[in-house]
């Protein structure tokens, strides 16, 4: 459930220009346009500050091998939107899924999501009331919220009902620094939140689960797409019983933005030996440009804990004790010249 709200937000979220404004000539998605995300993962934390004149600083995330892909189509070439009254534009991802979507002028510039279908057991979930998800233009400032409602397919040929709140909000200016380290100015922050209730009936238990879901969006105008999303996830499941929780972060970049760290962040000869360890590591790496060489320890916190220079040279081969080092995650980032590589570090 949750992925379909992240997704939809990505896909609603392009370009802003210098002024910080998404509008919908230049934002809203058409028929053949697609999207890539990257994912990345972090073992610190990630700034979710609002405000103006902001740094997010996103520079110790390392990419995973994970991505998220979706593209548009008009409605007239998914035969499924025919179960959607009002759907003129369909969005489709690789876990399965069509997402419906209304774009309309009436009564504001808006886009409304009308429900979803899965594709693999053949299931609408139909919103009687839609939810709106964008309203042009936004900007710095800007805020707006809608709610939301209809039966949801939750598997055996059962529903339940669902009701649902999203609040939409130009949350914050300031600067982006991407993994690698470049950094890029002139950014929107935007934020969505919603939050799910889905009563659930299993005789002779009644369970309620609440989804609290909040999406930050980082826009440049030199690209169409967000530079960068963080998505974070609260599911509560409660009955007479009691109640379990369960908490998730995705962090993801854009393709585009993402292909452009990579050549900069060339670390394929990095390597940490063991991994886990426990008092002392093996770093190793070539540097082919015979460049200044530096190395940082990170923590949880992101706080820098070990600070290392080594001579100029073209294989560097080190020792660094860890004793000192409390178990859990660690960053080790190395920078020779203006490149940097992050690696994670398991201390037990």
């Known amino acids: 459930m949750k992925s379909i709200f992240f997704l939809c937000l990505v896909a609603f979220t392009y370009a802003v220009n210098a002024q910080h404004v998404l509008t919908k000539a230049a934002n809203e998605p058409v028929p053949g346009d697609a999207y890539t995300d990257i994912e990345y993962d972090t073992t610190v934390n990630i700034s979710r500050a609002t405000g103006t004149n902001q740094t997010w600083n996103f520079s110790s995330c390392v990419q995973t091998t994970n991505n998220a892909t979706a593209s548009f189509s008009a409605s007239t070439a998914v035969p499924e939107s025919s179960l959607f009254p009002g759907t003129n534009l369909v969005q489709s991802d690789a876990a ?63 529903t339940a009902p669902l009701n649902g709140t999203v609040i939409t909000t130009g949350s914050g200016t300031g600067n982006v620094i991407l993994p690698g380290g470049a950094q890029i100015n002139n950014v929107l922050q935007v934020k969505s939140d919603f939050t799910l209730k889905i009563l659930i009936a299993v005789p002779p238990l009644t369970f309620t689960q609440t989804v609290k879901e909040t999406v930050y969006q980082y826009y440049h105008a030199s690209q169409k797409f967000p530079l960068v999303t963080q998505v974070d996830d609260k599911i509560t499941i409660g009955s007479i019983l009691g109640s379990t929780v369960d908490v998730a972060f995705v962090m993801s970049v854009n393709q585009k933005v993402a292909v452009g760290i990579t050549e900069q962040n060339f670390d394929a000869s990095f390597q940490i030996l063991p991994n886990p360890a426990r008092d002392v590591i093996k770093i190793s790496f070539n540097n082919t440009q015979n460049e200044p060489l530096s190395l940082k320890l990170f923590n949880a916190l992101g706080q820098e804990v070990k600070q290392f220079t080594f001579n100029q040279g073209t294989f560097v081969d080190a020792l660094i004790d860890i004793k000192d080092l409390e178990s859990g995650w660690y960053t080790v980032q190395t920078k020779w010249g203006n490149r940097v590589a992050n690696r994670k570090l398991l201390v037990y």
Do not use: C, H
């Not at 979930?125 to 800007?142: C, D, K, Q």
């Open 96 to 158: 399965g899924t069509y997402t419906m979507y209304k774009v309309t002028t009436t009564p504001t510039t808006q886009v409304e999501m009308l429900g979803f279908y899965d594709i693999p057991n053949a299931s609408p979930t139909t919103f009687t009331n839609s939810a709106i998800l964008y309203r042009w233009p936004i900007t710095s400032g800007t805020t707006f919220s809608d709610t939301f409602s209809g039966p949801i397919d939750i598997g055996n040929n059962t």
